[in-house]
């Protein structure tokens, strides 16, 4: 199968009567043309996924296909944009037509969930990777960033921390013993991360600053922190755990993966104390999950204690190099 019977066969994912009004030229040219909401900015990110270094190089087509969409996606939930389009290139070893069965109905089931479309990209031959580029609009002024931050502000973080760590170490069969409903949900929360897109627009306007989470709380906490010119103050015994992740692992262990294990792809954010009350608004009507684990204070560097006292953790988190 040649190039462009392959893009024709597998990436095609709308008809010319379900196209976005949003796209006027889509997959098959050498360029897409597209129309940006009315008064937003573009929003626009790019990663890659490489076999053997951000997923086992045996994994399941459907679920790379669902993983690289997701982690993408998660850093337009940290801008708090709205979704629009994405760009895929791929580069394959061989045209494995049930391989790229598989791939695709894993992209497009995850595309229609968070209600994005695929408007362009490219194939090769090389190493498996998988690289997707998001784009989305925010309205203008009220994007999250990571220097917003100021002292005093509190830092919360959505969901629980921790699970994709034991996910990978469930696919590396470092946790045997394992109930079938733990495997199951930790394996889940590492194939298929939740993208907190409705978090991340609810909280425009409201937080200072924020990031996604995928190289681990210290690191990227780490990263509001130094661009925001501040130290951040983590209390490590209100980490979020999820019950899967405490029934499998000791309670230091749990600790570390929630603080370094990276993958979590939840966010990481900071509120004045003025506007905490709209945050606990948001989390009393359940339009967000979120849990206060430290404070923002002049000086630089993230600094741990566990009830008080200062804690070291075992890693620093995800490094690329």
């Known amino acids: 199968m040649g190039e462009f019977e392959l893009i024709r ?36 990110s790019v990663d890659t996924l490489v076999s053997g270094v951000h997923f086992p190089a045996d994994a399941p087509a ?19 944009a709205h979704p629009l389009w994405m760009t895929l290139a791929l580069t394959l070893p061989e045209t494995s037509e049930p391989w790229l069965s598989d791939f695709s109905r894993g992209l497009f089931a995850a595309a229609e969930t968070f209600g994005i479309t695929l408007v362009g990209g490219d194939t090769t031959k090389g190493p498996l990777a998988v690289t997707v580029q998001v784009m989305g609009s925010v309205i203008p002024g009220q994007a999250l960033r990571r220097d917003g931050a100021s002292a005093g502000d509190y830092v919360l973080v959505t969901g629980h921390l921790g699970d994709s760590a034991a996910g990978l170490a469930c696919l590396q069969d470092r946790l ?24 991340g627009l ?15 709380l210290l690191a990227d906490l780490g990263h509001i922190a130094e661009a925001s010119d501040l130290a951040a103050e983590l209390f490590v015994e ?33 509120v004045p104390e003025v506007r905490m009350p709209e945050v606990g608004a948001l989390i009393a009507s359940g339009a967000l999950q979120a849990t206060v684990v430290g404070r923002l204070f002049p000086g630089e560097g993230v600094h741990c204690r566990l009830h008080g006292e200062p804690y070291s953790p075992q890693q620093s988190g995800y490094t690329h190099f």
Not at 62 to 80: H, K, P, T, W, Y
Not at 176 to 199: F, I, M, Q, V
Request: negative net charge; aromatic residues 6%.
């Open 9 to 44: 066969h597998y990436f095609r994912q709308h008809s010319a009567e379900t196209t976005p009004d949003s796209v006027l030229l889509g997959v098959g040219d050498d360029a897409a043309l597209l129309s940006v909401p009315t008064g937003e900015s573009l929003a626009v």
């Open 62 to 80: 459907e679920e790379i296909g669902q993983r690289a969409l997701r982690v993408n996606l998660s850093d337009l939930a940290a801008m708090g």
């Open 176 to 199: 045997p013993a394992l109930s079938d409903e733990h495997r199951t949900y930790l394996l889940e929360r590492y194939w298929r991360p939740t993208p907190r897109l409705n978090e």
């Open 202 to 216: 609810s909280l425009a306007g409201v937080a200072s600053a924020a990031l996604d989470i995928s190289d681990g």
């Open 238 to 270: 209100e980490l979020p755990l999820s019950p899967a992740l405490q029934a499998v692992v000791p309670e230091a262990q749990a600790r570390d993966w929630a603080l370094s294990g990276g993958d979590d792809y939840e966010l990481c954010f900071t």
